[in-house]
């Protein structure tokens, strides 16, 4: 019988006393949805188990009732037997109280993910599958797959990291399996119209900005970008999550791929997306990465920041003129 790649995962839950789970830092709809919604779906299925949410939503989704556990009231006995699991994290520098996840006092460290691998020797145990949409629908289909009883609550938040990581189900990531996990979780009858009309709803100011985005991109040839400096965020008032809203650009004309390059105090956040040639390669010559079709970079401040913007626009000209000759 083949093993299944998730096997190790529910082994190690099943031998550890105390489980904490960790998502990455600017918090998503995947990284959130998958850490409450596999926490409440192991308090449920071992309920001798203690189970801690390490984290914060940074005020994103707060019409979902997400809960984190402070982790300096957190009492040592809970360390004894411990197991660490991050969600959705590629790389260890991007998970949100590091400092805390790298603490000697965890027996066990594993990730669950479902961007390209990387080597890193902290894991004991991984489950990585670039295969799938979101991380949320690897765990997901570990419910379904091996029949864990969940509830309404659970399968909301599930929804909420296949939804959103999917694009609405629109992403070249979403697959059969995709729709098969989505469809068993809405047999727990959560509300998801109220949740869709909540992920869909936008503020006036939200509107505002993307009306200041349409109006003012940047185009060379079927590459559209935007630079969200700080006095457009300042103007707008925008979240963490409204500052990476990359994809109000996707799909406009003709163009192939669209980006935004984010003032930050330390550089800028560069936010790629495509709709047919592949980013992530380009991204990781400049110390990113991310999916075939979803990448970011982050620069550091230095007087060449702006001329390596330029460059990698220029690069991503590039590959839509190689992508679109072998098409």
Request: glycine letters at 4%; proline letters at 2%.
């Amino acid at each position: 019988m083949k093993r299944k790649n998730y096997e190790k995962i529910i082994q190690n839950i099943e031998n550890h006393d105390n489980i904490f789970i960790f998502h990455h830092i600017r918090p998503d709809g995947d990284c959130l949805g998958a850490q409450q919604g596999f926490g409440y779906a192991i308090a449920k299925r071992f309920p001798k188990k203690k189970v801690f949410f390490i984290g914060d939503n940074e005020n994103i989704f707060n019409f979902l009732n997400f809960h984190f556990d402070n982790e300096n009231l957190i009492q040592d006995e809970f360390f004894q037997n411990s197991l660490a699991i991050t969600v959705d994290t590629a790389d260890i520098k991007r998970i949100k109280k590091l400092d805390f996840f790298l603490n000697s006092n965890f027996k066990t460290r594993i990730k669950i993910d479902h961007h390209p691998d990387i080597f890193e020797e902290i894991y004991n145990e991984k489950w990585v599958d670039p295969t799938f949409s979101a991380a949320s629908e690897m765990i997901g289909y570990l419910l379904m797959e091996e029949n864990w009883e969940i509830n309404s609550e659970i399968s909301k938040f599930i929804y909420l990291g296949i939804l959103t990581d999917s694009g609405r189900f629109l992403f070249p990531s979403t697959t059969s399996r995709t729709f098969q996990v989505a469809a068993f979780l809405m047999k727990f009858n959560f509300d998801f119209a109220k949740l869709n009309w909540f992920l869909s709803n936008r503020t006036e100011q939200e509107v505002a900005f993307y009306a200041e985005v349409l109006a003012n991109y940047k185009k060379k040839d079927k590459v559209l970008w935007y630079f969200v400096s700080k006095e457009i965020q300042n103007k707008f008032k925008l979240r963490n999550d409204q500052l990476s809203a990359v994809n109000i650009l996707a799909n406009i004309g003709d163009a192939r791929i669209w980006l935004f390059l984010i003032e930050m105090e330390n550089g800028i956040r560069v936010r790629i997306r495509s709709n047919g040639p592949k980013v992530n390669k380009i991204a990781s010559e400049y110390g990113g990465g991310g999916h075939e079709y979803a990448a970011g970079i982050n620069l550091e401040k230095s007087e060449k920041t702006k001329e390596i913007s330029q460059e990698i626009i220029e690069k991503l000209v590039i590959q839509v003129k190689e992508f679109e000759q072998n098409e």
